[in-house]
């Protein structure tokens, strides 16, 4: 099963009616790990007015937590949880930090600082595609390097590692839907000039890509 989700941790900072609202997103693949980013934030900002969160701590959708920490009920943590379901996020915690301003922004205006907040932070997040990936182990004589390159550059998939032995040895991560016919196309391109062993499967965040994106 494939899924959206943050990547790596991201800031986001505006000010509305002089009230600072700061989004913080991340990924967290279970409920402790969701928790302790948002500990982590209110020790960070213990002087806040507010810290609200949200989460998605799994990939089905199913362990939903929100929290409006203070601000009128309905206001802040569940119109931040529904903009991480609109946009398929499994695995993201946000949290929105407020020091409030002196000027009272009324529900719809909360909700739309918050919800609004958070949207704007993910717009900028690093979001990845979680899929089934298939390692390759790729071996190539040094004179035959430049064409693998090559190859690898104009095809989806991600270079993990390379070693420089009596051989080139580079381990690639492709998902495992299409690793049957990127090993083929590869043997093609390179001729024979290549071996290819497969290596495990697992869940890779691969960087989305035009197709990908939703």
Same mark, same amino acid.
């Given at each position: 099963?494939?899924? #959206?989700?943050? /990547?790596?941790?991201?800031?986001?900072?505006?000010?509305?009616?002089?009230?600072?609202?700061?989004?913080?997103?991340?990924?967290?693949?279970?409920?402790?790990?969701?928790?302790?980013?948002?500990?982590?934030?209110?020790?960070?900002?213990?002087?806040?007015?507010?810290?609200?969160?949200?989460?998605?701590?799994?990939?089905?959708?199913? #362990? $939903?937590? /929100?929290?409006?920490?203070?601000?009128?009920?309905?206001?802040?943590?569940?119109?931040? $949880?529904?903009?991480?379901?609109?946009?398929?996020?499994?695995?993201? !915690?946000? !949290?929105?930090?407020?020091?409030?301003?002196?000027?009272?922004?009324? &529900?719809?205006?909360?909700?739309?600082?918050?919800?609004?907040?958070?949207?704007?932070? #993910?717009?900028?997040?690093?979001?990845? @595609?979680?899929?089934p990936c298939r390692e390759l182990m790729l071996t !190539?004589?040094?004179?035959?390097?430049?064409? $693998?390159?090559?190859?690898?550059?104009?095809?989806?998939?991600?270079?993990?590692?390379?070693?420089?032995?009596?051989?080139?040895?580079?381990? &690639?991560?492709?998902? &495992?839907?299409? &690793?049957?016919?990127?090993?083929?196309? $590869?043997?093609?391109?390179?001729?024979?000039?290549?071996?290819?062993?497969?290596? @495990?499967?697992?869940?890779?965040?691969?960087? #989305?890509? @035009?197709?990908?994106?939703?």
């Open positions: 099963m494939s899924y #959206l989700s943050v /990547f790596s941790p991201c800031t986001y900072e505006k000010v509305i009616e002089r009230s600072r609202f700061i989004a913080n997103c991340a990924h967290a693949e279970s409920e402790e790990q969701a928790r302790t980013f948002i500990a982590g934030i209110r020790a960070e900002h213990s002087l806040a007015t507010h810290n609200c969160f949200a989460f998605v701590a799994d990939r089905k959708g199913n #362990l $939903l937590r /929100f929290s409006d920490d203070g601000e009128p009920q309905g206001t802040a943590g569940m119109p931040m $949880l529904e903009v991480l379901k609109n946009k398929k996020l499994f695995e993201t !915690v946000a !949290v929105v930090t407020r020091y409030f301003g002196g000027i009272k922004l009324g &529900a719809g205006g909360l909700v739309r600082a918050y919800a609004g907040t958070v949207s704007e932070a #993910l717009a900028q997040a690093d979001i990845r @595609e979680y899929t !190539v004589a040094y004179e035959n390097f430049d064409a $693998l390159k090559k190859f690898l550059s104009s095809h989806e998939c991600t270079v993990k590692d390379t070693d420089y032995a009596e051989k080139v040895c580079v381990l &690639a991560a492709v998902k &495992a839907e299409n &690793a049957p016919a990127f090993a083929a196309a $590869l043997t093609d391109h390179m001729a024979g000039r290549v071996a290819v062993e497969e290596g @495990e499967e697992y869940l890779f965040p691969f960087p #989305l890509t @035009e197709k990908t994106e939703r």
